[in-house]
């Protein structure tokens, strides 16, 4: 199935110069660019699009991190978006990411790891209504 998913290069990995990089594998995995653009969490922005994570201990980390500096927004689309992009971007924790994976080459930390996606179509739909607003 056709799937479109929310992609984010993190502020660690847009301050690092990593952009180019990131987009290129983005593109040689066969993702379409649908939309795309930079902008800069407030906290206001970084509660509404983590919400689920509001309460866990490391929210307040992930939430000053991601207002550090600017990020960029991507709507994909291809063949089984959500599970290949997952597969891409490897373990949330980059230390444990497979090699070659976008998390491993480009990630620091759990919280400065790189690069976000939806975890699931309904993820996807609710996260790119807040980003693109439609
Ligand atoms: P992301 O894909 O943006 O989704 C939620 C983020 O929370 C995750 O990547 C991590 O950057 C961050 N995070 C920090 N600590 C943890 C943790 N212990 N488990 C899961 N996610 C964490």
Redesign the pocket.
């Known amino acids: 199935m056709i799937e479109q998913s929310l992609f984010?290069i993190?502020p660690n990995a847009v301050m690092q110069g990593h952009v180019g990089r990131i987009i290129s594998m983005l593109e040689d995995h066969g993702f379409s660019i649908l939309k795309m653009k930079l902008f800069r969490f407030d906290e206001e922005l970084a509660k509404s699009f983590?919400a689920e994570?509001i309460g866990?201990?490391?929210f307040n980390?992930?939430q000053s991190f991601m207002c550090s500096g600017n990020t960029i927004a991507l709507l994909l689309e291809k063949e089984n978006a959500i599970h290949d992009l997952r597969e891409l971007?490897g373990d949330?924790s980059p230390q444990k990411a497979r090699p070659g994976t976008i998390r491993a080459l480009h990630g620091n930390g759990?919280?400065?790891?790189g690069?976000?996606?939806s975890d699931s179509l309904a993820s996807a739909r609710r996260e790119t209504k807040i980003i693109f607003g439609v």
Do not use: A, G, P
């Open positions: 984010l993190k983590y994570h866990k201990e490391f980390r992930l971007n949330v759990i919280t400065d790891n690069v976000h996606s």
